[in-house]
C-alpha cells in the first residue's frame, strides 16, 4: 500500500467536514493538502525522514491535526508535546526523544524558542509555510515507528513509550467496533493532546470514522456546555473529574438553563469515562441528572484501550467491562501464576497487536516490563460476574490526578531541589474532584521554613500544573522500614 490508511481513508471522506470550530469547517480534503505542504517543508532536500523526532506544540484543531499527519506522512515520528509542561520539562522531552526538529503555531512558539535556540534546533512556526502542490512524499510502511508519548512511572523521570502505525491503526480498529464509531458522529476535543484518550480515543478515531472534531484548547465549560444544549454532538469523552466538574456545575444553575443542557446530554448516543476510577457515586449521579449511563473503560498509553464496558448490554458502575476486540488479557499472581478463580485479584496482563513497541531508548526497562510476552500493566484488578473491577496499583509512587499519570519520584526529584527541604515523600490522597491529589510530607533543613503556598509558588517554575502539591505535612522524621527506606504506605496515614 502508498499510504497509510489514516489518509486513505480521509481521502475516501475528503468532502465530509473534518473540524467545526465556531462557523469555520475543514474539510477531510484540506486536512490532506495542508499536511503534505507541511510534510514537503519538513522533508526539505531529504526524501523521507526515516523516522527522526519531530516535537510539536498547537492547539487542538486543524494547525495540530495537519501537522501529525505532516510528521507521518514524511516518514518522522511524531512527539507531541504539553501545553501545560514548564520550560525545563518541554526541554527534557525534545532532548529525550532526540528530536531534530520542532514545530509550533505562532502563539505556542515562545514556549519552545529559548529550548530551540540552546540547543540549536530548527524551529518551525506553521503559518509561516506556504502551501504548495504536486510534492512527492515517501510510501510509509505500517510497521514503522509513529508516535513518542511520555509518561511518568516508577522512574523519575517520564518514559518515552513507542508505538507504531500498526500499533496506532490495532488501537483505533478496536474502538471503532466496540463503540460503533459512525461518519455521522460528532465529538467535542478538550482533551490534552500529549496522551492517548485525546490523540487516540477522541481525535483518531473520529478521524479514521470521517466523523467531526469540535476542538477547544482546554475544557472550556461554558462553551462546551452551550454546544451541548444545541445538539452539537453525539458522543462526548472525558475523565471523571471532568464529570465531577459537570455535576457541579449543572447543580449549582437554574433550573431552566440545567434543564435545556441535560437534554442535549440526554440525547448523545455514548458518553464514556476513562483515564481514572469513576466513583460508582459519581456515575450514579450523572445517571440520576441526565439519564445517561456512562460507559468506563480501562487503558495505559503502553496498551490503548483494553478493558470496557459494552455498548449495548449492562455498563456496571465501579467496573471497566471485558476485554476490547484485538486484547487478550489475564491476571497474573504476586507469584507470576495466572489467576482463574473469580473474586481473586491479579496484576492486568496484556497481549496484542495494539501494544506499544519499545521504551524509547530503554531497553532493559522494556524488557523487565513483560513477562512471557506479557506487558505487566502494575495495575491490580478482579473479575466478578464476567466484569473486571480496578482495585488499584502495584506501586504507591504512580498517582493519578485529573486524569493525569504523576510519578511520586518525579516530583519528589523536584522538590529535593528547594533549599528547605533535606527529605520528602510524595504520596496521592483521595480527593472527590481530583481522584487524587499531590500530598508531601517534609522535613526541613535546620532554621528553614516552608508553608504549603510558598512551596507552590515555587514549583509553579518547576512542575506542571497538575503536580503541584496540594498538601504540605512538615514532619521531623519520615517513617522508614529496616533498610532505612522511606515507607509510603506509612507516609499516606500522616494525611
Ligand atoms: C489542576 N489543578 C489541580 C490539578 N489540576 N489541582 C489539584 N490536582 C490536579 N490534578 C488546579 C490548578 O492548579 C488550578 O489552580 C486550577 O486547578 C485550574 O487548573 P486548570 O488546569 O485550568 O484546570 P482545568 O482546566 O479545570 O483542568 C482540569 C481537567 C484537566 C480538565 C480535568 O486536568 C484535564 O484535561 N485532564 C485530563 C488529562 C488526560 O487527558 N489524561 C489522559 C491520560 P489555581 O486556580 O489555584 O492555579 S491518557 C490515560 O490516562 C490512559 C491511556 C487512559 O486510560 O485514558
Ligand atoms: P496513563 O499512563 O496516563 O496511560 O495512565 C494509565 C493508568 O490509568 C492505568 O494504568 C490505570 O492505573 C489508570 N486508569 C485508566 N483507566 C482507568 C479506569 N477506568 N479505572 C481505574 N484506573 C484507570
Redesign the pocket.
Known sequence: MDELQLMARARFHAGAVAIRSGVKEHTYAELLDRSASLASELLGETDDLNEGRVAYLAPAGFDHISVQWAIWRAGGVAVPLSHSATEPELEYTITDSQSHCVIASRDCADKVEAICERLRLRLLIIEDVDNVSGQSLPVVTSGRRAMILY???TTSKPKGVVTTHDNIQSQIESLIEAWKWQPSDRIPLFLPLH???GIINVMSCALWSGATIAPFRNFDMTAILSRVADDAYTVFMAVPTIYVKLIQALESMADGERSRIVAGFARMRLMI??????PASVHEQWTSLTGQKLL???????IGMALSNPLGGERRPGT?GQPLPGVALRLSSEQGEPVTTEGEPGEIQVRGPGIFSEYWMRPEVTAESFQDGWFR???IAVQEDGYYR?MG?RSVD?I?SG???LSALEIEAALLEHAAIRECAVVGIPDDTWGEAVAVAAVLNDGEELDIEMLRSWSRERLSTYKIPKRLLVVDALPRNAMGKVTKPAVTTLF
Open positions: 509518561t511518568s512511572g496522551h492517548i484518550h469515562s476513562g483515564s481514572a476510577a469513576l468506563e473503560r480501562y487503558g495505559m498509553t503502553e471497566v500493566t502494575g495495575d480496578i496499583r504512580i493519578k486524569g493525569y499519570k
